[in-house]
């Protein structure tokens, strides 16, 4: 029946704001606990050793593995048969997330130039949180055309392929080259699955878990395995073509759909829960205006509306792309500021950069905090005003 109790809890889930309200309570329950009376029994939880990792280390490596799986499912489906299958389709949605990157990253790198240390945390508030983002702007209903929503999605999703290019590139260390040359190994076997036409999903979840483990032990993070198995699985159900291409049966739709739920409501959570728990007893006030907390927050309210709005106006100014559909200035502005929501890929990162400095790591999720509540705050406000009679 339509009012009962788990058809309604149905119909939030399918709803495009469930995630990021899932995320945002996840994210105030941790804060909430971490300066409680619990605080203590919540951080040693956290630090307790489950095997050969904390239970910290088996959702930042391990559950998060499978949110890169997601993002690589949605970056390959996106690129071979969705919005960004065009060139066309990517201009727009490229040029603005490269911009909210490197303005951000400028931004941040201005304020920590003359240290060493905090530098390390350049990547943080490259980041755009698409559950967040477009959670946010799911609430506005219609008042936002719904290009704008695709321009954004797109975005997200470049801004996504682009954080995993960087921790490859600039936070993996240590490499072990016999793991290594074990885990490429292992990508040989998947890439033969995916030629020879494999379609049952097992035998690339199998190959993936051994990936996972090697990986891990080869010194690049753990987490690009996932997305190394989500690009090595077949789109294509059989033969070539268009309607194989589209086949909802494909094993990749297949896995992408299972995921669909699992990730938004469970892992992110989960990951959001363990790692936004900020104490403030250790911080003061100063904390606020700390370089690095200044860079983050800056980088995140600041840099990404530069960086996404002005890269934006200056493509559809030369001619190179068009404002979305139905969008206006100011409409693409308050999405420019939604893109200043950089929760979970920033906090992510952060951890990476500062892994053996707790006072940074709370600086950072001071800055994230401040800078995507502002960042959030700002752009429904301006999206709201934007299209009163939408």
């Not at 240390?117 to 559950?131: E, M, N, Q, S």
């Not at 090697?214 to 159900?237: D, K, Y």
């Not at 900020?278 to 904390?287: C, H, Q, V």
Request: proline share 5%; aromatic share 8%; with cysteine.
């Amino acid at each position: 029946m339509s009012w009962s109790p788990i058809r309604r809890i149905r119909d939030f889930m399918d709803g495009e704001a469930a995630g990021g309200l899932v995320l945002m309570a996840a994210a105030a329950a941790a804060l909430v606990i971490a300066n409680s009376p619990w605080s203590d029994a919540y951080f040693a939880a956290l630090a307790a050793y489950l095997g050969p990792l904390s239970v910290l280390h088996w959702i930042n490596d391990g559950l998060m593995a499978v949110f890169f799986l997601l993002v690589g499912l949605e970056i390959k489906r996106e690129v071979l048969n969705g919005e960004l299958a065009t060139a066309r389709n990517r201009v727009l949605p490229g040029v603005a997330a490269v911009g909210g990157m490197l303005v951000p990253a400028l931004i941040y790198a201005g304020f920590n130039l003359h240290d060493a240390a905090a530098l390390k945390g350049w990547a943080v508030p490259t980041a755009t949180d698409i559950a967040f983002a477009l959670g946010v702007l799911s609430l506005l209903g219609n008042r936002v055309p719904v290009s704008l929503k695709v321009f954004l999605t797109a975005l997200a999703i470049i801004d996504d392929l682009g954080a995993v290019i960087i921790i490859a590139l600039f936070y993996t260390g240590g490499l072990s080259p016999a793991w290594l040359a074990a885990a490429l190994g292992t990508l040989v076997l998947l890439g033969a699955l995916n030629r020879f036409g494999v379609a049952r999903l097992w035998p690339y979840l199998v190959l993936g878990v051994l990936l996972w483990v090697l990986v891990l032990r080869s010194g690049v993070h753990a987490t690009l395995a996932g997305v190394a198995l989500a690009l090595l699985i077949p789109l294509r159900q059989s033969g070539s073509g268009t309607a194989a291409l589209a086949s909802e049966h494909s094993p990749l739709l297949r896995l992408e759909h299972a995921l669909h739920r699992v990730v938004p409501f469970l892992i992110i959570p989960i990951f959001g829960f363990a790692n936004a728990g900020l104490s403030f007893a250790g911080l003061s006030p100063a904390a606020l205006v700390e370089p690095l907390t200044l860079g983050v927050a800056g980088g995140l309210l600041v840099g990404k509306v530069i960086g996404v709005f002005g890269f934006s106006a200056l493509a559809i100014r030369c001619g190179v792309a068009t404002l979305p559909h139905g969008a206006r200035w100011i409409q693409l502005f308050g999405v420019a500021l939604l893109c200043g929501i950089g929760f979970t890929m920033s906090l992510f990162i952060g951890l990476l950069a500062f892994a053996d400095a707790p006072l940074l790591q709370s600086e950072v999720k001071v800055g994230i905090l401040c800078g995507s509540f502002l960042a959030g705050l700002s752009g429904w406000a301006v999206l709201r005003w934007a299209s009163p009679g939408r």
